[in-house]
């Protein structure tokens, strides 16, 4: 089955504000993202990303070239501004790194606030951030963000590469979403 078809099959019976937990390969990783992020902004009015992979420009062209509109996304651009490339967009705000958790934590809230209609929130690596953060310190965060998710009925998909060197993690932050997806 193709990737797409994948997506379809494995989101088809969740509810609107559902939490998926979804396990890819790295050489997958970019493809499934995109093809997730086209599918939750066909199915949602407005979306948060939160990357830690791909500056914003990279990720507005890819996103225009297969098709998604971009007047509803807002990306939490965690890796321009350490690298001095934070050029000003009115989708994008930027954090200092992937270790200001508070940071990214404040701008989810002010954003879920602010977004009219139904939402998701995206994060295209949770294995990314957990390079940057101590696994307890990301495991919190992470559950302080998908109980605010939860109270404000908002949907969303974490990205995590297959990976055996964190299961305790995993495990943590799996057992708080609605399905843990392989793709």
């Known amino acids: 089955m193709n990737p797409l078809g994948k997506i379809e099959e494995e989101f088809s019976d969740l509810p609107q ?4 937990y979804l396990e890819t390969s790295a050489e997958n990783s970019f493809e499934i993202s995109t093809l997730i992020v086209k599918y939750l902004s066909e199915k949602n009015d407005k979306g948060i990303i939160v990357s830690a992979n791909r500056p914003y420009t990279n990720l507005l062209s890819v996103y225009q070239q297969n098709n998604i509109d971009t007047s509803k996304m807002l ?4 890796l321009s501004k350490s ?5 000003p967009n009115e989708n994008v ?14 701008s989810i809230d002010e954003k879920m606030r602010k977004l009219e ?7 295209d690596s949770l294995t990314t951030m957990l390079i940057h953060n101590q696994p307890y310190t990301l495991a919190r965060f992470i559950h302080n963000i998908l109980t605010k998710m939860r109270l404000k009925c908002v949907g969303g998909v974490i990205v995590s590469l ?5 299961r305790e993690i995993r495990a943590e932050i799996a057992q708080l979403c609605d399905k843990v997806v392989k793709i």
Request: aromatic letters at 16%.
């Open 17 to 20: 504000e559902y939490i998926v």
């Open 93 to 106: 705000v930027f954090i200092d790194n992937l270790s200001a958790l508070t940071d990214i934590s404040l």
């Open 162 to 166: 297959y990976d055996n060197s964190h």
């Open 117 to 123: 209609g139904k939402k998701f929130i995206f994060f």
């Open 83 to 87: 690298q001095h490339a934070d050029t």
């Open 75 to 78: 990306i939490l651009d965690c």
